[in-house]
């Protein structure tokens, strides 16, 4: 039983069609006879007559055969194989006939144009026709030599099921360079992206270097932003910062350099100064061993000049260069610091038998400039002070003359002795606590207070507010442990009468008799010698709840009064910062 081959759609059989007319056969209608397998079946000779659509010619011979089988695909393959083999073996005679050599590059075996619908065509219907054998008698004129094979193409391989077949690529020429691969677009080689798009502009773009907007867009992820993310500007922003950081750096430099650029200022500029001879009288006291730079400075606290500057450009421009004497002097306030020069240098302005003792000066430190004043040797009048505080008519709780030697500006009488000399000085005192109103049996409390606040208080009207202070530490309703906490007094016990600042350890040394911090109540003497005003604000306090004060600038006096402990330390912190920068006062 002939198994019939899967019927195809009329598109192949018109195709099939199309491809026998190009082939020269005309359109069949019919099945084409297979080819044999085996040799090239003769021809059979001509009976002048064509055979009737579908019956096979009659010979007279030979029986009729039964109908072909259709063929498989892999029997086409073998027999398109055998074709090729048979045609490339025909071409190689020939050219051996003719003596040329044969090509290197044989040409691909084809077989003849029919042969492909000859294979398909079983493929598209049963086949009806007479068969190859009845075939095979009919007489054909035998072919001169056998046609070149044309490749087959894609298209028949396609009809016929199979795959496209392949075409060999023909040999490079000796010498000549491998073609190189072109990439398909500029970026391709660069970025080693397999995909490779056809690009009309590849060739152009490959023969530039890139630019770097476009390698930037090649390296790009357009997946990275979301579509809804705005850009960023980071143009602003870069702005922004660069001027913060460049203010910074001015900021810092201002305030590192604000030191050295100010010292540059003003040594390109004069110093301070007055002009004139001044106003009023004054007596200035030279001291043994002072220097043009502290003779300066005392003047300066005193008001006669307007910086030390001005004196010591004076001084260093003299000629020749001055010489300074002990004692004491008749000046103005407010002089220039020439006038204030000329009148040191002057002998007319000496004072004979004349010193000064500034008020809160120890008595320790007030002998030197008496010394001076008067000419009595240092010796005597310190021999003087240590005689019992009886002999002077003072308190029976004095022990020293500490706090009876009324501060002032003396001029005595050049016969008295050290004793003489000392006793004028206390009954000064006395004086002046009288003047105040103060009874005698008060004087020592009045005169230990007053010291206290003398050496403590620095302006004028701070006095009364730190009398006050110390009165409101001294009531156990408000203070409750009475302790003073006086680091002047602290000061005092150690030998330090010029100084106010005292350490953690001295303060907490109770073998220290004048240390407030440790023992309550007012010291047990006097730390200094007060005047009228220290008196009257010991006698009059001012009116408040002060508790804490701190004197935060000591060139100027000012200072800072607190009720609460928050206060005070705020206070503090602020002293700290300014005797940092003064370090001579440490």
């Known amino acids: 039983m002939t198994q019939l081959p899967p019927e195809r759609s009329d598109a192949d059989a018109l195709a099939a069609d199309w491809r026998a007319l190009l082939g020269t056969d005309a359109p069949t209608t019919g099945s084409i006879p297979a080819p044999s397998t085996g040799a090239t079946p003769a021809p059979a000779p001509s ?56 090509s290197p590059h044989p040409a691909a075996p084809v077989q003849p144009q029919q042969e492909p619908l000859q294979q398909l065509q079983p493929l598209r219907r049963p086949q009806t026709g007479p068969s190859f054998e009845e075939l095979a008698g009919a007489q054909h004129p035998a072919p001169a030599a056998p046609a070149p094979a044309q490749p087959r193409s894609a298209f028949d391989a396609h009809l016929a099921g199979e795959a496209p077949p392949i075409v060999p690529r023909p040999a490079a020429e000796p010498g000549s360079e491998p073609p190189q691969p072109t990439s398909a677009s500029p970026f391709a080689d660069l970025l080693g992206d ?21 390698r930037r867009a090649a390296a790009s992820d357009p997946y990275d932003q979301h579509p ?47 002009e004139g001879a001044g106003t009023g009288e004054l007596v200035f006291m030279i001291h043994e061993g002072d220097t043009g730079e502290s003779i300066a400075s005392n003047l300066v606290d005193a008001d006669v000049v307007a910086s030390t500057d001005a004196f010591i450009e004076a001084v260093a421009e003299a000629d ?21 020069l000329d009148a040191l240098l002057d002998p007319a302005n000496k004072l004979e038998n004349t010193f000064v003792i500034p008020e809160g000066t120890a008595t320790v430190d007030a002998l030197t400039p008496i010394s001076e004043g008067t000419g009595i040797p240092l010796e005597e009048l310190q021999a003087a002070a240590a005689e019992p505080p ?8 004095a022990t020293s003359l500490e706090g009876f030697l009324f501060p002032a500006t003396y001029t005595l009488d050049p016969n ?26 008060d004087r020592w409390k009045t005169i230990v207070l007053a010291a206290l606040v003398q050496r403590e208080a620095g302006l004028k009207d701070d006095f009364y507010k730190v009398s006050r202070v110390f009165l409101n530490r001294l009531d156990p309703a408000k203070w409750e442990s009475g302790l003073l906490q006086s680091d002047a007094t602290v000061a005092y016990g150690t030998g330090n009468t010029h100084l106010v600042t005292t350490t953690d350890a001295e303060r907490a040394d109770a073998s220290n008799r004048y240390n407030t911090y440790v023992h309550p109540g007012l010291p047990v003497g006097p730390i200094s010698n007060p005047g009228d005003l220290a008196i009257d ?41 300014w005797m940092e920068e003064h370090p001579e006062y440490g």
């Not at 502009?201 to 490959?206: I, K, N, P, V």
């Not at 000392?422 to 009288?434: G, H, N, P, S, W």
């Open 416 to 441: 008295l002795d050290a004793h003489a000399v000392l006793q004028t000085l206390v009954d000064r005192q006395f004086q002046a606590l009288d003047e105040a109103g103060v009874a005698p049996e």
């Open 47 to 102: 009976t002048g007559a064509t055979p009737a659509r579908g019956h096979a010619p009659s010979t007279g011979a030979s029986p009729a055969p039964a109908a072909a089988q259709p063929m498989t695909r892999r029997e086409i393959r073998e027999a398109e194989q055998r074709a090729a083999a048979q045609a490339e073996a025909e071409s190689a005679a020939a050219a051996a006939a003719a003596g040329t050599s044969p």
């Open 194 to 214: 397999p995909h490779q798009s056809v690009d009309p502009m590849a060739d152009e773009l490959g023969r530039r270097k890139p630019s770097r907007a476009e």
């Open 228 to 274: 809804d993310e705005k850009p960023r500007r980071r143009g602003a922003w870069g702005c922004l910062i660069g001027l913060l950081v460049v203010a910074a750096l001015g900021a810092g430099a201002f305030f590192f350099l604000q030191g050295p650029i100010n010292a540059v200022i003003e040594r390109f500029q004069p110093a301070a100064d007055y």
């Open 390 to 397: 009886a002999s002077y008519g003072l308190p029976p709780e």
């Open 537 to 577: 604000a010991a006698l009059h306090p001012a009116d408040g709840p002060w508790l804490f004060f701190v004197t935060w600038n000591l060139d100027t006096g000012e200072t800072i009064f607190s009720s609460t402990v928050e206060e005070h330390d705020a206070a503090v912190a602020k002293w700290l910062a």
């Open 320 to 340: 020749p260069s001055p010489v300074f004497y002990p004692g004491a002097y008749q000046l103005a306030e407010q002089m220039s610091a020439q006038a204030a």
